[in-house]
């Protein structure tokens, strides 16, 4: 069974400029959810997709944007970079449709923002 | 809006040690609670998870939880520590009806010292 996994593992851009970072989910699952982890938080919810839609959102303004694709692996988009969105984003999938669809993480992505 | 607080941001305790860290949520209605590790270096993964009936709950590692529906609190609990369990803990919540989007507490950095 393979895990989540997600990529790049670093990223170093300036303030401005839009970054796209990807996730595989793991086998079966069909949810993707996206959080971000500042340095010394817990991970904050970005969004949801289920079946190439969002479905649900945190409080995060319309420049972080996502992407679901029929093999259920997804994108996060996030335009006109600022220094505040400098953090760790983490991906987790799940399998809709069970009592609790346990989210497993995958590694993250550390995005810096000079 | 939902919340969850973590009480203690760092821990430090010595093997053999008992431990407990606290966790209290708001929010009003049907939750399944949850409590994440991240190893140094690691994932975050699944320690334990409520969803109903017995409030005392046991996980992977020798963790356990109570949920006290009255205090609005999920806290976690192991009799005797491992120079291992050295890990970031975070709490988390969702509500029933929400399908899967997480509340993280702050997280709580154990140090186990040998």
């Known amino acids: 069974e393979t895990g989540v996994t997600q990529s790049p593992t670093h990223l170093i851009k300036t303030r401005g400029q839009q970054v796209t970072l990807r996730c595989s989910s793991q086998?079966?699952?069909?949810?993707v959810s996206w959080y971000q982890q500042a340095l010394g938080q817990g991970p904050q919810f970005i969004f949801q997709?289920?079946?190439?839609?969002?479905?649900g959102r945190g409080n995060f303004p319309p420049r972080f944007s996502g992407l679901q694709f029929p093999n259920y692996s997804s994108e996060l988009n996030v335009n006109a970079l600022e220094l505040d969105d400098s953090a760790l984003y983490l991906c987790?999938?799940?399998?809709?449709?069970?009592?609790?669809?346990?989210?497993?993480f995958g590694p993250g992505t550390r995005l810096t923002v000079l | 809006a939902q919340s969850v607080s973590q009480h203690n941001h760092h821990v430090i305790l010595s093997e053999a040690a008992s431990l407990e860290l606290g966790c209290n949520y708001s929010?009003?209605?049907?939750?399944?609670l949850f409590w994440y590790v991240q190893y140094p270096g690691q994932h975050l993964q699944l320690l334990l998870k409520?969803?109903?009936?017995?409030?005392l709950v046991k996980g992977i590692k020798g963790f356990e939880a109570e949920f006290i529906k009255s205090k609005f609190s999920f806290n976690l609990r192991k009799p005797s520590v491992q120079w291992s369990d050295t890990a970031e803990y975070f709490c988390?919540?969702?509500?029933?009806?929400?399908?899967?989007?997480?509340?993280f507490g702050q997280g709580t950095e154990l140090s186990v010292k040998p």
């Open positions: 987790a999938s799940s399998s809709r449709g069970q009592t609790y669809n346990e989210q497993f």
């Open positions: 086998s079966g699952h069909n949810t």
């Open positions: 997709y289920y079946r190439e839609e969002e479905n």
């Open positions: 929010y009003g209605g049907t939750v399944n």
């Open positions: 409520y969803f109903s009936g017995d409030p």
């Open positions: 988390a919540v969702t509500a029933h009806n929400q399908g899967g989007k997480l509340i």
